[in-house]
Nanobody
Framework: QAQLVESGGGLVQAGDSLKLSCAAS????????MGWFRQAPGKDREFVAV????????YYSDSVKGRLTISRDYAKNTVYLQMNSLKAEDTAVYFC????????????????????WGQGTQVTVSS
């Protein structure tokens, strides 16, 4: 069965760094596009970053560009989100997601493009 499991969340201070991991298994293969989204209390789910399954092309939301970096390890079937210079506004539950198919990068900022979702990992940044 398809499964995405996030890990690496926690409580950090503003300015600190944190690295999230998302392990894919089951029916989710390396050919899927992989994205990160986040949702703060009382807010809509927000796109963070995506990496395409082939070529390593990436796309970021303006709010995280330059601070967060998405990457993947095909051998481990794992996607990462390296978060630097964290701000209090980064506090949210972070979800990884997998999208099957061919899309342009901007289309993958839409949550409805994704077929599978993890349960999320909490990131809390104190100011």
């Amino acid at each position: 069965q398809a499964q995405l499991v996030e890990s690496g969340g926690g409580l950090v201070q503003a300015g600190d760094s944190l690295k999230l991991s998302c392990a894919a298994s089951g029916r989710i293969f390396s050919s899927y596009n992989m994205g990160w989204f986040r949702q703060a209390p009382g807010k809509d789910r927000e796109f963070v970053a995506v990496i395409k399954w082939s070529g390593g092309s990436t796309y970021y939301s303006d709010s995280v560009k330059g601070r967060l970096t998405i990457s993947r390890d095909y051998a481990k079937n794992t996607v990462y989100l390296q978060m630097n210079s964290l701000k209090a506004e980064d506090t949210a539950v972070y979800f990884c997601a997998a999208a099957q198919g061919t899309y342009i990068l901007t289309d993958l900022a839409r949550a409805n493009r994704y077929d599978y979702w993890g349960q999320g990992t909490q990131v809390t940044v104190s100011s």
